[in-house]
């Protein structure tokens, strides 16, 4: 650690800790970011339908429908620089059966008022056409051309590197337990690290943003709670869909879509239920029957057999204010509410905006270096390009991972990139391997191998994702604990 | 007359045995389709026997363990005491597959074997990029 | 190794259905044959199947997994074999080229006259049944935490719950046993044991392990690591039965709940698959949709004995050798087998018409339902019953074989096709 006293200490690495972090870092200041996970990125960022919206859904006048406009257009740059895979093929929310018709002229014009560009009703036929799989009932869509898709977690990976090779400083397995405070002022956080010093804090907290504001003792009556949305992955071999289908919507939300990821899975989800436990990420078999007879009124084709993975997120949903994500308390701090990815760089453009409206005098640094530098991705590539790799890094040759292609020479760069993937998941959501048909039963052993000799440790301290999730407990032949079993 | 059931494991057929007991002794053995079941009825109900696989540790070598089984059956009773000796035996790479790693292990009259080869861990075979 | 552009046959995957297969094919001619294995040693999955249980058809001997591996790895040197450790096949294309990848070789191609696909099978996972509840680590397939038991060395857990009465299931259960850990119970969903009744005797009764049938689990509890598991009963349906939960306390969850052939690379290939067995559609010498292109073992159907997987790397090896030493054959006239009752696959799916002259044709098949009693199997044509023999049991955990002799050669050219039945006796 260079310092304890910073100007900006960020709490929170999720995707909005991090984009704001990238956003300060082009400024003369010393940026700390914190999390209490040992990666980044492991709340609400990882699990969500990774959809970068249009946005004619919000209400209109909403502050998430102005960060939705606003962003849009900006994730084609963000993606450039930051290299990370950004796909725009359009949304289309679908309407199957005559009644729900009306209901796409609604949101068309929601959309005009928000000033949303590139949006058409198209008739049934046109819908079948560009998705032979629809729903034969469909009676016209909305067609939103600007609709994106991402990886979250690959978008706060990319940013935060990004602040980091621009001088910012991570601490991960840092846990926020209290605002250092004078007087009235915050002036920086105690952690399970130590204290840190800072003119500013911003709370990027997610679904504890309301836990760390009430530390600062504000506004005890603003609670949180994570509203969970469980999803099914599909098998690529299986079915590949080619766009973002949303039902029409209903007083419950923007109801469970079927679209493609970057990854090129099927992705379908998710349900809502606001639950108490900020922790339960689990999946229930209602949800899931719920989620498949959702996703099959879009698309009836979808099998339940060609199921790969099932997930679950939790979305934090705030009791006041919701709507209205920038609440500025005496200039001390940002809190933000982040409603999915979609508003995000306009979220950090707002951060940025808040400081300097408060007079925070932020000065461009020389230098900056808006490119996060892309590294390899062997499943992506010809095999011209992976001829050259290899040749060039034999541990690119060794696939590690059969289902989705990854590489030892990919797993052992993340173990050294600018935040150090330091577990099994860590691993496995920047290179997605274990993702696929056999879910790490093959790559799993050898990876645990690779991180215990890339990081100096034994294989009894690697784990999937910190502290108490190791994978092994002794050896098979240790005779001590032999005896004591 | 006393029944024993029992599900033959001389091999995968898996037939339903019932062996019928008088004073200790067998006295027919009926639902077997061959005579190894009528042997096995037999053995199972007197002093029943199983073959023992497990791996000892192995230095120098390609992997850590190497596996071995025991030659013939061993009484099941003593099978605990087996792998305690498995359990402590020690060797070094290479070894051969069928090399005698525990002789007459606990006096049972049995050989404990190398179930395969374990070549020593060498950087000139293909197999180093395990420990690149 | 120094490897060609060009080799007669090549075999991809170095498990018994792989080995087998290069050793008939160099038998049988094939002027060069290369294995292709991904693992840094030959012997496939059978390398970390320690318990014995393996070779009593092939050798007439109880051997443990290693050693049934190793005499076929010792007989595929000794006739001549080439091999490729290490190294991935990363692209096959219908002309036969292959795209390899390997830390010693880099990336490159190679062609073959020949191929046959030996990629075994992979374990079905967590998703796949969709186990509710949380994800913390620790619940893993059997077949990895075999690995890590008998080959790398670690234990993956102290106090196991197993889910699925799959063979390697129980093994597991055993072997978790003997090494100190502590095996709650298993669990089958199903009303009748998945795995073969001696593994039950030998791996679970033996150790007073219980067997849960008709079991499944509702709920995974624990946030980092497994700390729970919620199980239920089920009815015919599966349906839960309500009131019947119970919290099991353990730290990790096993699964041996079934295995999937392995065939990316035969779509790949644009090998046409099954989708019953999830395997390629092969006729009786296993040759794929695809000419040139042969199956051998688990990567066309799941086998419950590895003797069987050797016999069928046999005939696709034999075979691969001859088309890659005569591509010019005919196009060969078939008779396509059917699943008929109580049937749920049977391989192969078609049978060259003048196949029996030149010996005979073994049929493999599952069922469907268990029927615990006198079964007749039987193959019959539109017109007439050609074969049938009898069984004492049918059951789906135990593959069942009919022979084709050449005697019925008459019979089955005439066919249109032929279907395969399995009922019990008094229905006859």
């Known amino acids: 650690m260079k310092n304890s006293t910073y100007d900006f200490i960020i709490i929170g690495a999720g995707v909005v800790g991090s984009m704001i972090a990238r956003w300060l870092s082009r400024y003369q200041a010393d940026i700390l970011l914190i999390d209490k996970e040992a990666d980044i990125g492991m709340g609400a960022t990882a699990a969500n339908s990774a959809i970068v919206h249009p946005g004619y859904d919000p209400q209109p006048g909403s502050l998430k429908a102005l960060t939705n406009v606003r962003a849009n257009p900006m994730w084609d740059q963000l993606s450039a620089e930051l290299n990370f895979a950004f796909q725009r093929p359009g949304d289309f929310v679908v309407a199957i059966g005559e009644q729900e018709l009306p209901i796409l002229d609604t949101l068309y014009q929601q959309g005009v008022k928000n000033g949303v560009p590139g949006m058409k009703i198209i008739s049934a036929a046109e819908m079948l056409e560009r998705e032979p799989l629809i729903n034969p009932e469909v009676s016209g869509a909305l067609w939103a051309s600007t609709g994106g898709i991402c990886d979250p977690f690959q978008v706060t990976v990319a940013a935060a590197e990004n602040a980091v090779l621009n001088g910012a400083e991570v601490l991960l397995e840092t846990e926020f337990l209290d605002f250092l405070m004078e007087g009235s002022r915050v002036v920086g956080v105690r952690t399970n690290r130590g204290d840190f010093f800072a003119r500013w804090v911003i709370n990027a907290a997610g679904i504890y943003a309301d836990a760390v504001m009430h530390k600062a003792g504000v506004r005890p009556e603003f609670v949180i709670k994570p509203r969970r949305g469980e999803y099914f992955v599909l098998d690529s071999a299986d079915i590949r869909t080619r766009n973002i289908y949303f039902p029409v919507p209903t007083e419950k939300g923007k109801g469970i879509l079927v679209t493609n990821t970057v990854h090129g899975n099927t992705i379908i989800g998710p349900n809502a239920n606001i639950i108490d436990d900020k922790e339960d990420t689990s999946c229930t078999r209602d949800g899931l029957e719920e989620i498949s007879q959702g996703a099959r009124k879009l698309i009836p084709s979808i099998r339940l057999r060609t199921v790969i993975g099932t997930f679950a997120g939790l979305r934090p949903m705030g009791n006041a204010r919701s709507q209205n994500p920038a609440i500025d308390y005496g200039n001390d701090f940002v809190i933000e509410i982040p409603q999915s990815v979609q508003g995000l760089p306009a979220i950090a453009e707002m951060v940025v905006d808040l400081l300097k409206d408060a007079g925070e005098k932020l000065v461009e640094k020389k230098g900056w270096d808006p490119i996060r530098p892309a590294r390899p991705r062997f499943r992506t590539m010809s095999h011209a390009q992976r001829q050259a790799l290899c040749a060039a890094d034999p541990a690119y040759g060794r696939v590690i991972c059969r289902c989705e292609n990854v590489t030892e020479g990919e797993i052992v760069r993340e173990i050294h990139a600018p935040i150090p993937a330091t577990t099994y998941d860590a691993i496995k959501r920047r290179t997605w391997l274990g993702t696929g048909r056999c879910q790490g039963g093959f790559d799993m052993s050898r990876v645990v191998t690779i991180l215990s000799r890339e990081l100096g440790i034994s294989l009894l301290e690697v784990t999937k994702r910190g502290g108490g999730s190791e994978f092994l407990f002794r050896q098979t032949k240790d005779k001590e604990a032999q005896d004591a079993a | ?132 | 190794m120094q490897h060609k552009e060009i080799y007669d046959v090549v075999v991809i995957g170095a498990g018994p259905g792989g080995l087998a297969a290069a050793i008939e094919a160099k038998k049988a001619g094939a002027r060069d044959v290369l294995v292709i294995e991904r693992d840094v040693e030959l012997g496939g999955i059978l390398l970390q199947c320690i318990h014995n249980g393996f070779g009593l058809q092939t050798f007439k001997e109880d051997l443990p997994g290693p050693e049934y591996a190793q005499r076929f790895i010792n007989e595929a040197r000794a006739v001549g074999v080439e091999f490729l450790l290490d190294t991935m096949v990363m692209d096959l294309t219908p002309q036969r080229r292959l795209h390899l990848s390997s830390r010693q070789y880099g990336y490159f191609t190679l062609d073959a006259r020949a191929v046959v696909l030996a990629m075994g099978c992979r374990e079905r996972t967590r998703a796949q049944i969709r186990i509710p509840g949380m994800r913390p680590n620790g619940v893993f397939t059997a077949g990895t935490a075999q690995r890590w038991v008998n080959v790398e060395g670690y234990m993956p857990g102290k106090n196991f719950v197993i889910l699925g009465s799959g063979d390697i299931g129980m093994i597991m259960a055993r072997r978790l046993t003997f090494e100190g850990a502590k095996v709650s119970r298993v669990l089958e969903i199903q009303s009748y044991l998945s795995g073969l009744s001696r593994n039950y005797v030998q791996c679970l009764q033996d150790w007073d392990i219980p067997l849960q049938l008709q079991h499944t689990i509702k709920r995974v509890i624990g946030k980092n690591r497994v700390e729970a598991v919620e199980t239920v009963a089920v009815d015919d349906h599966w349906n839960f039965v309500p009131g019947s939960e119970e919290i099991i306390p353990c730290d990790t969850l096993l699964l041996s709940v079934g295995l999937i052939p392995e065939n990316e690379l035969s779509k790949k290939a644009g090998v046409m698959l099954d989708p019953v067995t999830s395997g390629p559609f092969v006729d009786e010498r296993f040759q794929t949709s695809v000419p040139g292109i042969f199956a051998a073992g688990n990567v066309v159907h799941v086998y419950d004995l590895v003797d069987y997987v050797s016999v069928a790397g046999n005939t696709a090896g034999t075979h691969a050798a001859r088309y890659a030493l005569d591509e010019s054959e005919v196009e060969a006239d078939y008779v396509p087998l059917k699943a008929g009752k109580n049937v749920r696959y049977v391989v192969p799916h078609k049978l060259d018409r003048n196949a029996l002259e030149a010996g005979d044709v073994q049929l493999q098949l599952r069922v469907t339902q268990p029927i615990e009693e006198d079964v007749w199997l039987e193959v019959r044509s539109e017109s007439a019953s050609i074969v049938r023999r009898s069984e004492r049991y049918a059951r789906p955990g135990e593959m069942v074989t009919i022979l084709l002799k050449p005697g019925m050669a008459e019979a089955v050219r005439k066919a249109e096709s032929l279907t395969v039945d399995v009922y019990p006796k008094a229905e006859a």
């Open chain 2, 1 to 132: 007359m006393q029944e024993n059931n029992f599900i033959c494991t001389a091999c995968p057929m898996g037939c339903k045995l019932i062996v019928r007991m008088q004073d200790g002794e067998v006295v027919k053995v009926v639902g077997n389709r061959c005579r190894r079941g009528e042997t096995y009825g037999r053995q199972e109900a007197i002093a029943p026997q199983r073959m023992v696989a497990s791996t000892v540790r192995i230095s120098g070598g390609l992997h850590p363990l190497l596996p071995v089984y025991t030659k013939g059956s061993v009484p099941k009773r003593r099978i605990g005491e087996v792998l305690a000796a498995i359990r402590a035996a020690r060797v070094s790479a290479p070894v051969k597959a069928g090399q005698v790693i525990l002789a007459n292990v606990i006096g049972t009259g049995v050989d404990v074997i190398a179930s395969r080869d374990m070549p020593e861990y060498s950087k000139s075979s293909p197999e180093n990029s395990k420990h690149p």
